[in-house]
């Protein structure tokens, strides 16, 4: 077996410098690739930003690999032992912008697809792929585009695999199976404004929001549960002010955010949150901006598969966990539940002289080859 195809290919990414939402050709060898093993290819540019959807094969189970092909931008390029942009290789670690985020995952799936259909010309099944140059821009350009071609077109993929670099001590201890939700409200609240010294002709808001505030901050809005700790409320602006120490303010600014569990749902925290606001006697017009669903993948079938894997493979049993930033899988989510995170260690992302392991890319691809079979060669 040829064990430097996913270096090499890490290596002409690289040394494309797809600065965010700049692709700079890395599309272009990835569809090269997809191409040469049969996949059908749909161009989905969008603004400034390069996508495509490409699919080996039509037959069920779809499994998609998610990849992201832009980087962040170098940064000062004294802070840089190399030329970001020329993949370095000393020692057996791949240095370079995007090695670890996330070059390399997509490197490692592409290889391992190759080496699979050597093997396995006719696996049962068929493979897909979301690719963007517009993830580290967190572009509506991107991978929102691509999922909605995918459902305005009835492509529902039974497993996703995001390609992020997910392992945080050792290669192989981390899978992300989930993301808590973020949803945030914008609050103006009406009041009477008036004289301090005549309090019936006036409401005050503050004294309102303060009933409220009360409330909401004491509420217990879930219990979480086995993979999520329960549900978060923050108070992140408050505004009120009538200039005048004499004068009762008739307008009060609140902001706030959750960060939730999927125990509940962005609808059951704004009927609570209304239902508390509505009984302080508040008048009020509110805002809700729904930042990301939470998002849990459930299947037995891919979670025990893929660990089962990384076990084999790295001697490392992989924990769950759903911390960490948001990434695109809060857009593949609703479309396909069973979506997981795996992939490379996450220590150098957005930082001068990112790098990767040439074993850790290695052993990545051997397990995302033997994932595709354990998927989709029975
Ligand atoms: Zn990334």
């Not at 990414?13 to 569809?31: F, H, R």
């Not at 945030?184 to 404004?193: P, R």
């Not at 059951?268 to 606001?277: F, G, K, N, Y």
Request: proline share 5%; hydrophobic share 40%.
């Amino acid at each position: 077996m040829n064990t430097s195809d996913t270096v090499n290919l890490l290596s002409e990414l690289i040394s494309c410098a797809s600065v965010t939402p700049a692709d700079a050709g890395a599309q272009s060898i990835l569809k090269s690739r997809l191409s040469a093993l049969g996949a059908k290819i749909v161009d989905l540019p969008s603004g400034e930003v390069n996508n495509f959807w490409a699919r080996i094969g039509t037959a069920s189970p779809l499994l998609v690999f998610y990849g992201h092909t832009d980087v962040v931008p170098a940064g000062p390029l004294e802070d840089w032992q190399s030329d970001p942009f020329t993949a370095t290789v000393s020692d057996g670690i791949i240095t370079g912008r995007g090695a670890a985020d996330m070059k390399g995952g997509v490197a490692a799936f592409i290889s391992a697809i190759e080496r699979f259909l050597r093997r396995k010309p006719d696996f049962s099944g068929s493979l897909g792929f979301i690719i963007t140059s517009g993830e580290e821009c967190g572009s509506e350009h991107g991978t929102p585009v691509v999922v909605k071609y995918m459902r305005d077109n009835d492509i529902i993929p039974d497993y996703c695999i995001v390609a992020e670099p997910t392992s945080s001590e050792v290669f192989g201890d981390v899978i992300k199976n989930g993301r808590r939700g973020s949803l945030s409200g914008k609050l103006v609240a009406h009041g009477i404004q008036g004289h301090v010294a005549w309090p019936d002709r006036c409401v005050n808001p503050i004294l309102r929001m303060a009933e409220a505030i009360a409330q909401l901050s004491t509420e217990r809005w879930d219990e979480g549960n086995e993979f999520f700790p329960p549900t978060s409320f923050q108070i992140t602006r408050l505004v009120s002010n009538s200039g005048a120490d004499n004068i009762v303010p008739g307008r009060l600014e609140a902001d706030w955010n959750f960060r939730y569990s999927s125990a509940s749902t962005s609808q059951s925290l704004i009927d609570r949150v209304e239902q508390i606001l509505s009984s302080s006697g508040l008048q009020y017009d509110v805002s809700w901006h729904e930042g990301a669903i939470p998002v849990l993948a459930q299947s037995e079938r891919l979670i025990g598969t893929l660990s089962d894997i990384i076990l084999k493979h790295t001697g490392i049993r992989p924990r769950l966990a759903t911390d960490g930033g948001v990434t695109d899988t809060r857009h593949i989510a609703p479309l396909c539940p069973e979506v997981l995170e795996f992939g490379l260690l996450s220590g150098t992302i957005h930082k001068p002289n990112e790098q990767v392991s040439v074993a850790s890319l290695e052993c990545l691809t051997r397990i995302f080859e033997d994932l595709i079979e354990n998927l989709l060669a029975e």
